[in-house]
């Protein structure tokens, strides 16, 4: 049967038929007898990365294993296992994820397939950093790989959007902490040049930094920011230390939106109002981890706040001495009229050797930008050159409408991924819309 599917921006649907394979022996089974196919998870990648017209959608929702954790925080598990699921395990135990997305609704193997990243990126790197290892089934057989077995396949798929095989199974290494908190200092900024210095010259003391920036603001406040940086609560810094999984979201958006709720009008008032009630400074108040990580899983579906036409989310980053980009961006932005509902500034540390991972060192932004205004293609063809002339790139989970010449420039490293996926996928089963889109099936 033919199922439609979306990413979460719910733009570029298209449709395919869905298998959920519970064993490698069935993954294995469908390699034989399909061609075209992909591995999805909870689908929160927002373009068209987990998702191939006419074909198959391989999901891993059934890969449910879970193994114990151990005393140095290392726990195997299955693919399918999603990060609120091993929170609502791990926390209690006094453990972590080393790296989290802004929301907890993303498996394990979208993790590593997208390599997440979180505020703590300038600290920690990204999700494959933490992965000891891994297994994969491909067309050609199941492999175990780590940064030591197969190192050459392992940073293959971290970050290939699954376009090398079906990660089964990871084992990966946990933060430990002593409270279910953070420590959070907030800073209001007028100016975009005022929190970039901050965070330049500051995060460095931080685990966890990020910025919003108002994008709707013009003149001497463009890019007016609240910046929060955090470090992990220990037993002796809150009044009362506890270790309590999270709670499951209680708000649920009900129906689609009506198309323009959130335009220029809403989306400035909401700035204005976000911004004032914000303190202007505040140091050491302690947060859950739920509100400072994962703030939007407490609206189910809030996804469709955007109406049915749904929304870009548009995720850029360059190297650290072109952080005019992110200014010139953000006035680009500001200045077409076009309403960016949430800007959040962050800054990278250093890259890991995945060959399709989208971190580098420096800054990065991401927009979430409402489907619907005429100007916004090229406005967003406009962004496109400007962080290419900067040397950047933009992420490939987000992306929906990257031309395949742009993603040449801005992953130099193409024909490496493409000769590594040739001796897993000599065939060329592998596929997706997004690798159709952006010619990375194969050579």
Known sequence: MSTKFTGWGRTSASYATLCEPDSETQIVNEFAIEDDLIPRGLGRSYGDAAQVSGGVVMSNLALRSMGPIDDDGVVTLGAGISIDELLTISIPQGWFVPVTPGTRQVTIGGAVAADVHGKNHHVDGSFGAHVLSMRLVTPRGAWDISPTQDAELFWATTGAMGLTGMITSVTLRLLPIETDQVLVDTERFNTLDGV???????????????????????????????????????????????????????????????????????????????????????????????????????????????????????????????????????????????????????????????????????????????????????????????????????????DARLAPEKARRMYPRVDDFLAIKERVDPQHQLTSDLARRLHLVGK
């Not at 709720?261 to 050491?284: H, M």
């Open 196 to 398: 970039m210095a901050s965070m330049r010259e500051g995060d460095g003391a931080y685990q966890y930094s990020v910025a919003w920036v108002d994008c709707m603001t013009r003149g001497a406040h463009m890019g007016r920011s609240i910046l929060t940086r955090a470090t992990h609560a220990r037993t002796q810094d809150v009044k009362e230390a506890t270790l309590r999984a999270p709670q499951a979201s209680k708000i649920v958006v009900p129906f689609d939106a009506p198309s323009g709720l959130l335009n220029p009008l809403t989306v400035r008032a909401f700035n204005e109002l976000w911004f004032r009630s914000s303190p202007k400074f505040q140091q050491g108040e302690s947060q859950s981890l739920t509100t400072f990580f994962h703030p939007l899983d407490g609206v189910r579906d809030w996804n469709r706040l955007y109406g049915k036409k749904g929304f870009v989310q548009y995720q850029f980053c360059v190297p650290d001495e072109e952080h005019e980009t992110v200014v010139s961006c953000i006035d680009r932005l500001s200045s077409s009229g076009v309403a960016s509902f949430l800007a959040v500034l962050k800054r990278f540390g250093p890259s890991n050797p995945g060959l399709l991972s989208f971190p580098m060192p420096g800054w990065t932004l991401a927009l979430d930008l409402p489907v619907g205004p005429s100007s916004l293609p090229g406005v967003l063809d406009d962004l496109d050159e400007l962080v290419l002339d900067a040397g950047g790139r933009i992420y490939l989970a987000k």
